[in-house]
């Protein structure tokens, strides 16, 4: 089956630091670039970070930049998000989607996992 | 910051034609997309490069593009297709991707 499943939320300080992670299966990962999306409550979704499939090109919304990394492991078909710094309004829905296969001309999600919520408050 | 304009609601009855509009200034040179969402799910795309279908997504929904505007078209209008809806593209950049603030479909 195709999917992402998304792993690592939970409730973090102000100041704190997460690692979300992303398993992917049933479709060839490393030919697809990749994203993270998250959602506040009541809010709409918020693109955070992109990474090409090997990993050479990554680019970051300004609301998380310098205080995100993204990765990626092809052998094991896996997406990582660090956020370092996180606050208040960090608070929200995470998701890992899948962009279009190679270089990126035009970015969308096709595939999309459940989400994971993360909290951050004292 | 680079913002995609969508009124918040749209009431249809079933059967009718829905059209969700989604207005920006880089859309004459960025490709939109539109996305579904229903309560606790994540988004699903219904709509790609301003009017691509995914597969599996019914010909009920289609998409076009008009300079700084675009519309998605749900003819038809089904109780399922209450949703959520939401524009998404790139700013003048190209690398740097936003979703429109969302429009709430009500089938009445």
């Known amino acids: 089956e195709v999917q992402l499943v998304e792993s690592g939320g939970g409730l973090v300080q102000p100041g704190g630091s997460l690692r979300l992670s992303c398993a992917a299966s049933g479709f060839t990962f490393s030919t697809y670039t990749m994203n993270w999306v998250r959602q506040a409550p009541g809010k709409g979704p918020e693109w955070l970070a992109y990474i090409s499939g090997n990993s050479n090109t990554k680019f970051f919304a300004d609301s998380v930049r310098g205080r995100c990394s993204v990765s990626r492991d092809n052998a094991e078909q896996s997406l990582s998000l660090q956020m370092d710094g996180l606050r208040v309004e960090d608070t929200a829905v995470y998701f890992c989607a899948r962009g279009p296969p190679g270089m990126v001309v035009a970015n969308w999600f096709d595939l999309w996992g459940q989400g994971v919520q993360v909290t951050v408050s004292s | 910051s680079y913002e995609l304009t969508q009124p918040p609601s749209v009431s249809v009855s079933p059967g009718q034609t829905a059209r969700i509009a989604c207005s920006g200034d880089a859309l004459p040179k960025q490709y939109a997309h539109w996305y579904q969402q229903k309560p606790g799910q994540a988004p699903v795309l219904v709509i790609y490069k301003d009017s691509e279908r995914p597969s599996g997504i019914p010909d009920r929904f289609s998409g076009s593009n008009s300079g700084t505007r675009v519309t998605l078209t749900i003819n038809g209008v089904q109780a399922d297709d209450e949703a959520d809806y939401y524009c998404?593209?790139?700013?003048?950049?190209?690398?740097?991707?936003?979703f429109g603030g969302g429009t709430k479909l009500t089938v009445l």
């Open positions: 998404q593209s790139a700013d003048s950049s190209g690398i740097s991707w936003v």
